[in-house]
């Protein structure tokens, strides 16, 4: 088991920049890797970013390519959001996973069994 806590959600203004923290224990954390997942009210959760075991392969959605910036630290068994030049639309609750995926399936949730409980961020437009 691993379990999952996110922290670093609040509300900013458009522009703005919020950085997201995943807190992990359990398991060895190094084993696994992360990603981050969003779901805005009225949506499906949506891939944001995912990074490999040892931080040197990552992902991200287009539609936060440029903007957004994965990491890891596995001494402190956390991942991390950097985000930046935040929108409206980025408005939803974040939530950090972990598990093992194929290559090609980084970017699916249900390759991913550990989540924690999400963690809300705002932009204001």
């Known amino acids: 088991q691993v379990q999952l806590v996110e922290s670093g959600g609040g509300l900013v203004q458009t522009g703005g920049s919020l950085s997201l923290s995943c807190a992990a224990s359990?398991?060895?954390?190094?084993?696994?890797?992360m990603a981050w997942f969003r779901q805005a009210p009225g949506k499906e959760r949506e891939f944001v970013a995912f990074?490999?075991?040892?931080?040197?392969?990552?992902g991200y959605a287009d539609s936060v390519k440029g903007r957004f910036t994965i990491s890891r630290d596995n001494a402190k068994s956390t991942a991390n959001l950097q985000m930046n030049s935040l929108k409206p639309g980025d408005t939803a609750v974040y939530f950090c996973?972990?598990?093992?995926?194929?290559?090609?399936?980084?970017?699916?949730?249900?390759?991913?069994?550990?989540w924690g409980q999400g963690t809300q961020v705002t932009v204001a437009s």
């Open positions: 359990g398991r060895t954390f190094r084993n696994f890797a």
């Open positions: 990074i490999r075991m040892t931080g040197l392969t990552t």
């Open positions: 996973a972990a598990g093992h995926p194929d290559d090609t399936l980084n970017y699916v949730g249900s390759a991913y069994p550990y």
